[in-house]
């Protein structure tokens, strides 16, 4: 799988649209772009995925560039609720069965 | 709306004794996994099952670890002689295996404390 670049920590003011980057250069054709969140040591939670094209869903959207390099996940309304880490992690579509494999994400802070 | 979820919510126990951490996936679910979590640090792959028996196992996974499936429901994970470092939370995860996406549905975690 992929490599994926994550900053450590972002703050978002509540209300305000939350947007975390993560850069996966090395990403190949039939690998998918996951994210995940934990909220203050829950069960990891799935938001979204996508493949080259923006996937939008009740949670969040999912931008992916065209070189598919990087990815940005996007809160539109930020609420404290989602303080919380926030992971990118790339997997082969073929491999959809398997493991996760987490790194250390990004920490995000909803500020009052 | 379904939900993973797992028991106890908090476990302790004596450095040498066994446990037994017990899950129950969504009910329509052919994967299985267990992930942990040492306090501070990422969240790890232990092992994943399908089909009755283990698909994937990380190094973590050594002979002290089991995993059962006993009955429709439960999914469980064994250590025979818990050590101080087995410390952790302890994350039951659950995926359809049908549609190819890969979501993974995670409980809400043990939190297994060695003395």
């Known amino acids: 799988d992929a490599k994926t670049t994550q900053p450590p920590s972002m703050d978002c003011a509540e209300g305000r649209a939350a947007n975390l980057p993560c850069n996966h250069s090395?990403?190949?054709?039939?690998?998918?772009v996951y994210w995940y969140r934990q909220i203050h040591s829950q069960g990891p939670q799935y938001i979204i995925h996508g493949l080259k094209n923006n996937e939008t869903n009740e949670m969040a959207s999912l931008i992916i560039t065209e070189d598919r390099k990087s990815s940005t996940l996007i809160l539109p309304h930020a609420t404290l609720r989602d303080t919380a880490v926030y992971y990118c992690i790339v997997r082969a579509g073929t491999r959809w069965r398997e493991k996760l494999t987490f790194g250390t994400g990004t920490r995000l802070t909803i500020i009052p | 709306e379904p939900e993973v979820t797992q028991t106890p919510s908090h476990q302790v126990t004596q450095m040498g004794q066994e446990v037994i951490l017990r899950c129950v996936p969504i009910?329509?679910?052919?994967?299985f996994y267990w992930y942990r979590q040492i306090l501070g640090q990422k969240v790890e792959f232990l092992v994943s099952f399908y089909n009755n028996e283990i698909s994937e196992k990380s190094e973590i996974f050594d002979d002290q670890f089991s995993v059962e499936r006993p009955d429709g429901s439960n999914f469980t994970l064994k250590i025979r002689s818990t050590k101080l470092e087995d410390s952790a939370m302890y994350f039951c995860?659950?995926?359809?295996?049908?549609?190819?996406?890969?979501?993974?549905?995670f409980g809400p975690g043990t939190r297994l404390t060695v003395l």
């Open positions: 090395t990403i190949s054709g039939n690998e998918y």
């Open positions: 009910s329509n679910h052919l994967y």
């Open positions: 995860a659950s995926s359809e295996g049908a549609s190819g996406v890969g979501e993974q549905f």
